[in-house]
Every structure is written in structure tokens, then in C-alpha cells.
């Protein structure tokens, strides 16, 4: 049965006290349910430091997707366990946190393996993902579930918080024509660019703060090696956040369409409003349109090669502003 995260921390600081803490764990749920908020807790608690510190301590070894395709690759699994093997730096316990376990790949998923079947001495895995129907059945065989419900609605980033906003600005303030679409669609992608540089600069500054941590221990192969996959990672959490964000453009007319059928706006409640005025304004084959435009443009953009600018400019045109 899914627990409330803090009930579930409760549970397993208990274990650890009792000697009984799983070498590996599968923490799900929805987003919003706490999930990496329960890992860091845990770490926290165990290694005896501030929940803000966990991400840094030399004991902690964290894992994102970090390549175009916004997989964990088998590079990044290597170099985890070479991780795990060295002594702890504080002699206690070492943590390994793999967020969206999901996107493990193939050749990724089977070196995994090796590592939970063989983890190394007071080593605790910590997978953490929305989707754990994505992974093989052999590592979630091997991990204990955690699985965790979601008691509040989740907090909205920045760049989703802006883009609620120019939704709104584009309903309120602009016709749904040419000009008020070219509007939006430029505006969206400054959103996307100011997205990007902050994605930038948070990298860099893990980059720099690891350098410092590792510069007396490592050579400066593993650095040059480190600073291609930060830069994959960046590429990674951008179009992550990208994906989020044409989402959302998609979940308003849906909300739209959820309204004709007389149901609630669920997706962006927000912007609730709005989309009951195109409700009662738009034919349902109107919306079926809009929502197929927005969806290629989230698919498009997904595709090597595309110019995000101009796939931005005739998703949004169709979506917001078609022709009549």
C-alpha cells in the first residue's frame, strides 16, 4: 500500500537503527509524492548532516540522465561503481541516488545488475522513478519497493510558473490571431533560453564543486571525461524541462476539451478561466485540431535536427492561433 513519504522515512531510519536497512530500494509514485525528498531525508538522517548538504556530501553519489536521449548510460554505471568501490570519506555509510531509474539503458540496465548483486560494503541504492514498469524485472527483484502516495498537488517549477502566465497574458491581452501568436511563441522561447542558462550555470557550478572535491584523488582524464558528461547533462535537464513546458500547452486544451464534456479542468486549474471561455467559444473538432498541433510540436521538437525556433513558431500558430 503507497505511504506518505514521511511515514515511509519513519519506516526505514527504523530498519536502519534495527541493522535491517535493504542494500537497495525502488522509491515510487506520482510526481509531487516526495520521492527524492524521501532519499535525501534518508541520507540526511543516516549521515548525520542537513537535508541542503546531502547533495554535496562526498558520500552521495547521485545519477541523472545525462545524454541527448535523456538516458542513464552504461558510462555513467561504470563510473558510479568505481565510485562505490573507493572507502567512504566520512567511514560510515555510501549512497547511490539514480533519479528516473526508468531511463536506464539496455547496456546501462545489465551492468546495473552487476552492481545490486554484488553492492559494495555498507552501500545503499536508492532508485528513484515515476514509471517502474520501465525497468527489468530482474532489478526491481532485486530492490525493495517503497512506494509512496501523493498527499498534496505539486509544486510547479519556475519556467512552468512563467508559462501559466503567458498563458494567461495571451488570453487576456492578445487577440488569436498572426500577431498575438508570433507573440507567444517568441515569448515562450525566451522562457526556453532563460531555462537553459539557468540549467547552465547549475552545472557549472556542480562542475566546479566537484573538481574541488575529487582535484587530490583523480587525474585530469576523468575531469576532461566529467566535463563531456556534465555538458550531456545539461543538454539532458533542458530538454527535460522543454518537454514540460509543451506539455503543458498541450494539457491546456485538453482542459478545454475536458470542459465541453462537462467535466473539471484537471491539467491547469490556473488557467480554468481561459479555458472555459474557449470552451463555450470553440467546436470540439476546434480543439481536436489545436491539441494534435500542440502534440506535433511536442513531437517534433523531440527529433534531431529540428529547428526549435521555427517548430516552436507552427505549433503554437496552430494551437493558439490558427487560420479561420
Keep these: 500500500m503507497p505511504l506518505a513519504a514521511p511515514d515511509a522515512l519513519r519506516l526505514l531510519v527504523n530498519a536502519y537503527g534495527q541493522n535491517r536497512l535493504a542494500h537497495a530500494y525502488l522509491v515510487t509514485g506520482p510526481r509531487g ?3 527524492q525528498e524521501l532519499a535525501v531525508s534518508l ?33 555513467q554505471i561504470r563510473d558510479l561503481e568505481q565510485k562505490l568501490r573507493m572507502r567512504s570519506l566520512s567511514g560510515g555509510k555510501k549512497f547511490a541516488i539514480l533519479q528516473d531509474a526508468d531511463r536506464l539503458g539496455t547496456q546501462a540496465a545489465n551492468a546495473f545488475l552487476k552492481t545490486l548483486e554484488e553492492p559494495p560494503k555498507d552501500t545503499h541504492l536508492i532508485l528513484v522513478t515515476e514509471q517502474p514498469e520501465q525497468l527489468l524485472e530482474t532489478i526491481i527483484s532485486r530492490c525493495v519497493e517503497v512506494s509512496l502516495k501523493c498527499l498534496q498537488k505539486p509544486q510547479r517549477g519556475p519556467s512552468e510558473n512563467a508559462l501559466i502566465e503567458l498563458i494567461k497574458g495571451f488570453f487576456e491581452r492578445k487577440k488569436p490571431d498572426l500577431r498575438g501568436g508570433l507573440w507567444l511563441a517568441q515569448q515562450i522561447q525566451t522562457l526556453l533560453s532563460e531555462t537553459k542558462d539557468t540549467i ?6 556542480e562542475s566546479r564543486a566537484e573538481e574541488k572535491q575529487y582535484k587530490q584523488v583523480v587525474d585530469s582524464k576523468w575531469f576532461e571525461k566529467r566535463e563531456d558528461l556534465f555538458a550531456a547533462r545539461t543538454q539532458a535537464l533542458y530538454l527535460g524541462e522543454r518537454n514540460r513546458i509543451l506539455e503543458m500547452l498541450e494539457a491546456f486544451w485538453t482542459d478545454v476539451l475536458l470542459i465541453q464534456q462537462s467535466q473539471a479542468a484537471r491539467h491547469l486549474p490556473e488557467c480554468a478561466m481561459h479555458a472555459e471561455s474557449n470552451a463555450a467559444a470553440l467546436s470540439i473538432d ?18 534531431s535536427g529540428v529547428n526549435e525556433a521555427l517548430a516552436l513558431e507552427h505549433g503554437i500558430l496552430g494551437g493558439f492561433a490558427p487560420e479561420a
Design 43 to 75: 541520507c540526511a538522517q543516516i549521515l548525520n548532516c542537513a537535508s541542503d548538504k546531502v547533495h554535496s556530501h562526498p558520500d552521495v553519489q547521485w545519477l541523472a540522465p545525462e545524454s541527448k536521449s535523456r538516458q542513464l548510460s552504461v558510462e
Design 200 to 205: 547552465q550555470a547549475q552545472m557549472e557550478a
Design 286 to 303: 476546434s480543439v481536436l485540431k489545436r491539441i494534435q498541433f500542440v502534440t506535433q510540436l511536442r513531437e517534433h521538437a523531440q527529433m
Design 33 to 35: 509524492s516526495g520521492k
